[in-house]
C-alpha cells in the first residue's frame, strides 16, 4: 500500500493502483474507488487502466506518483483469459496524486503517443460519492448558486460542459468536501444519482485529450471541510485559490484603469427598444419589453420599453438619481438579433448617427453618470446580414458550420471568436463615435460554452477560443471604457468584464430532481470584482421578492422610482465591497423551501435581510413585513 498522511487526511493507493481511499481523518469520513484509474479509448472501448496496463508507482514525501504503459485489449469478462490478438495503445499515463493539507490534488499529465484517436481519461473516476438516504446538501454554480436537500429517494443523471464556476461541493452534519476543476474548459462533469449505485451519489470528471491541441496537464482539488462549514466556506476556498492564482481583480482595481467603470456602481440599467429621436416616431407608443416567455405570459420583465432616451434620462434627473446606463436593445442595422454581423449604419427606426450623439450628449449635460450605450452580438450571425460568410462559422469535426438559436433573424450560425475580433476592431471605433465612452453590452459571448473551431482558415481550440473572448472584452473596456456581457459571466473572463445581466437565481438539474433552494454563490465569490442585476420574472422571482432578492444579493437596480433609488444609493458602497456570508433565517415555510428568509453582510458593513415568505420576520430588533427586505448597518 502506498500512503500519503497528515493530521487531516490519509490517501492509500494499493500496490496495483486498482483501489484508491481517501480518510477525512477529523470527520471520519471515507471515500472509496475500485477503480480510480478510467481511459476510454477512441469513443469504443473503455479501459480500467491498471487491469490493462503496466503500473509503475513511486511515493514520494508529498505525493504518489503512477505511469501506465503496454497496454493490451483484455476482455471486460476477465475469468474467460481473452486476450485480443493485437496490443492496445502506445499511449503512456502519468498520474499525480498531492496532499496539501486538507486538501487531495489529482492531477492527469498530458499523454504521451497520442494518435489519432481521441481520448477521454477519468481520474479520478468513481471516488468521489456521498449518500443521498441521509440529511446533506449538494451545491452547484447553476444561475447564482443552488443548494439540493437531500434525503433524496428517486433517480437523476446529470451532466454538464465548462461552469460558469469551477466549483462544487457536499455538506453534512459530518463535515463536507468541495472540488475544484481546474481549467474545466474541456472536460465533462457527470453526476449520478442512485444510478450506479442504490443511496449513492457520485461525481466524476471526464477529461477530453487530443493530439491537436486538446493535450495538457488536468488538475481536479478535493477539499475536507468542517463540521459546520458550507457553501460560504466552499465559496472562499475557490476565492482564495483564484487571489492565489493572480486571477481576481476587484471593482476597486478596475475603476483605477478605467475610470468609466465607476459609473455603473449603483447605475440603473435600462436594456429595452430605446428610441434616439427627441420624441417618439409616429404610430410607436410607450409598451412592454420584448422580452417574453409565451403568447399567454407576454410581460415578464413588466418594463417600459419604447421610450426615448431623452424620456429615461430626464425621470432619472427628476427622481434624484445620478447613474443610469441604458444599453439600446435593436440600435444595429436590421433590429434586435438579427443582421449580424453587420451592425453599422444603426437601425434607421431607432436615429441616425447624429440622433445618438446628440441623445448621449444630452444625458452627459444632465449627469456625468448618465450612460447611453448599445447591446451589441460578435457570435451570433444570421443569413440576413450582406456580410453573412459561412467560412467565418465555427466548424466542428465534420467540417460543418455550427448552428446556434433561433431568434428574431432566424436560426443563427455561431461566428468563430478569432473572426469576431475583426468586426470588433472595425465597429467599436465607428460606435464609440456614436454614443461616447461610457459602456457597451456584448450579448452571450460570456455566458455560452466554448467551441473548438475545425476551420482550416482559423482553427482554435476552447482554450484558444477562451483567449479570444478575452481580447475582444479587453478591447470593449478599451474603448469604451467598461464592458457588460450575460449571465454572471462565466469565471475565466470576470477579470475583464465589469456586469453581468439577466441571470437566474437558481436553475434545475432535472426535471424529476430536488428543487434548488438559491445561494450567492456566484456574490461570495465575485461580488466585488463583477456588478451584476437581473430581470423581473425572468430570474424566477416578482413582486417582493424579487426587489427582497435584488437587495439580498447586492444587485444593481432596474428601475427609477423610489425602490431603485434605495438600491442605487444605500447599496452604492456596499457595491465594491466583498460578500462575508450568507445565512437562512427561521420562518414558516408550508411551501416546500420556496419560502425563505435570509442575510448577507457585506465587508463595509452592509447588511440585508430578506424575508421572502408569506409571515412577518422578527430578527433581533427588526421586525420584517413578508416578502419584503431590510438594508441597514450590520446589528449581529
Not at 65 to 84: C, G, L, N, P, T
Request: aromatic content about 14%.
Amino acid at each position: 500500500m502506498h500512503i500519503l498522511e497528515n493530521e487531516n487526511v490519509r490517501v492509500e493507493l494499493s500496490e496495483d493502483a486498482a483501489v484508491l481511499r481517501l480518510t477525512d481523518k477529523k470527520n471520519g469520513v471515507l471515500m472509496e474507488s475500485d477503480s480510480p484509474f478510467q481511459f476510454i479509448y477512441g469513443g469504443f472501448y473503455t479501459f480500467d487502466i491498471p487491469q490493462h496496463a503496466r503500473a509503475i508507482i513511486e511515493t514520494e514525501a508529498d505525493s504518489i506518483v503512477v505511469h501506465f504503459d503496454s497496454f493490451a485489449y483484455w476482455s471486460r469478462f476477465r475469468e474467460h483469459y481473452y486476450v485480443k490478438p493485437e496490443n492496445g495503445p502506445d499511449v503512456r499515463f502519468t498520474f499525480r496524486i498531492i496532499l496539501e493539507k486538507d486538501t487531495v490534488r489529482f492531477q492527469t499529465e498530458s499523454i504521451e503517443n497520442m494518435d489519432e484517436e481521441n481520448c477521454i481519461v477519468i481520474f479520478p473516476a468513481s471516488l468521489i460519492q456521498w449518500r443521498t438516504d441521509t440529511v446533506s446538501e449538494l451545491v452547484l454554480p447553476k444561475g447564482y448558486g443552488s443548494v439540493f436537500r437531500f434525503p433524496y429517494h428517486g433517480a437523476c443523471a446529470f451532466n454538464w460542459a465548462s461552469m460558469l464556476l469551477p466549483v462544487y461541493g457536499v455538506f453534512s452534519e459530518k463535515g463536507g468536501f468541495g472540488v475544484y476543476v481546474r481549467d474545466n474548459y474541456d472536460q465533462q462533469g457527470y453526476l449520478n444519482v442512485n444510478l450506479r449505485r442504490k443511496n449513492i451519489a457520485i461525481s466524476e470528471q471526464h477529461w477530453e485529450f487530443d493530439r491537436t491541441g486538446c493535450n495538457y496537464q488536468r488538475e481536479l482539488s478535493l477539499k475536507f471541510f468542517g463540521r459546520n462549514e458550507s457553501y460560504v466556506s466552499l465559496a472562499k476556498w475557490y476565492r482564495s485559490i483564484l487571489h492565489r492564482e493572480g486571477r481576481f481583480v476587484t471593482l476597486k482595481e478596475k475603476i483605477a484603469s478605467s475610470p468609466e467603470v465607476e459609473k455603473l456602481v449603483g447605475a440603473v440599467i435600462w436594456k429595452h427598444n430605446v428610441y434616439s429621436t427627441r420624441t417618439l416616431p409616429e404610430g410607436v407608443h410607450h409598451d412592454y419589453s420584448l422580452y417574453i416567455n409565451s403568447p399567454d405570459d407576454p410581460v415578464v420583465e413588466g418594463r417600459p420599453a419604447n421610450w426615448t432616451a431623452y424620456e429615461v434620462f430626464d425621470l432619472a434627473k427628476r427622481n434624484g438619481f445620478d447613474r443610469v446606463c441604458i444599453y439600446n436593445t435593436g440600435w444595429n442595422r436590421f433590429g434586435f438579433d438579427s443582421g449580424y454581423p453587420t451592425r453599422l449604419p444603426p437601425n434607421p427606426e431607432r436615429g441616425t448617427y447624429e440622433d445618438f450623439r446628440n441623445a448621449a450628449e444630452y444625458g452627459r449635460s444632465l449627469s456625468d453618470g448618465f450612460i447611453y450605450s448599445v447591446h451589441d452580438n460578435y457570435i451570433d450571425c444570421y443569413k440576413n446580414s450582406p456580410e453573412y460568410y459561412v467560412e467565418e462559422m465555427v466548424h466542428n469535426k465534420n467540417g460543418a458550420p455550427v448552428k446556434g438559436g433561433i431568434w428574431r433573424g432566424g436560426r443563427c450560425t455561431v461566428m468563430c471568436s478569432a473572426v469576431s475580433l475583426k468586426y470588433a476592431a472595425r465597429d467599436f471605433p465607428e460606435i464609440a463615435r456614436m454614443t461616447g465612452r461610457g459602456s457597451i453590452y456584448i450579448d452571450v459571448m460570456g455566458f455560452v460554452p466554448l467551441h473548438a473551431c475545425r476551420h482550416p482558415e482559423h482553427p482554435q481550440t476552447r482554450t484558444e477560443d477562451l483567449k479570444s473572448r478575452r481580447r475582444l472584452f479587453a478591447l470593449a473596456r478599451k474603448e469604451f471604457g467598461s464592458v457588460a456581457t450575460e449571465a454572471a459571466p462565466a469565471d475565466y473572463c470576470a477579470d475583464v468584464v465589469d456586469l453581468g445581466a439577466f441571470f437566474f437565481f437558481t436553475q434545475k438539474i432535472h426535471p424529476g430532481f430536488i428543487d434548488p433552494v438559491p445561494i450567492p454563490l456566484w456574490q461570495l465569490v465575485y461580488h466585488d470584482s463583477v456588478l451584476g442585476y437581473t430581470g423581473e420574472g425572468l430570474c424566477g422571482y416578482s413582486g417582493g421578492d424579487y426587489l427582497a432578492m435584488t437587495a439580498l444579493y447586492g444587485l444593481l437596480p432596474t428601475s427609477l422610482d423610489e425602490t431603485g433609488r434605495r438600491f442605487s444609493f444605500e447599496l452604492r458602497s456596499a457595491y465594491c465591497a466583498e460578500m462575508l456570508s450568507h445565512e437562512f433565517l427561521p420562518v414558516a415555510d408550508e411551501n416546500g423551501g420556496k419560502a425563505f428568509a435570509a442575510r448577507t453582510v457585506f465587508s463595509d458593513g452592509t447588511e440585508v435581510v430578506a424575508n421572502c415568505s408569506d409571515e412577518p420576520l422578527t430578527f433581533g430588533k427588526l421586525i420584517l413585513d413578508s416578502h419584503s427586505f431590510h438594508i441597514g448597518k450590520k446589528t449581529s
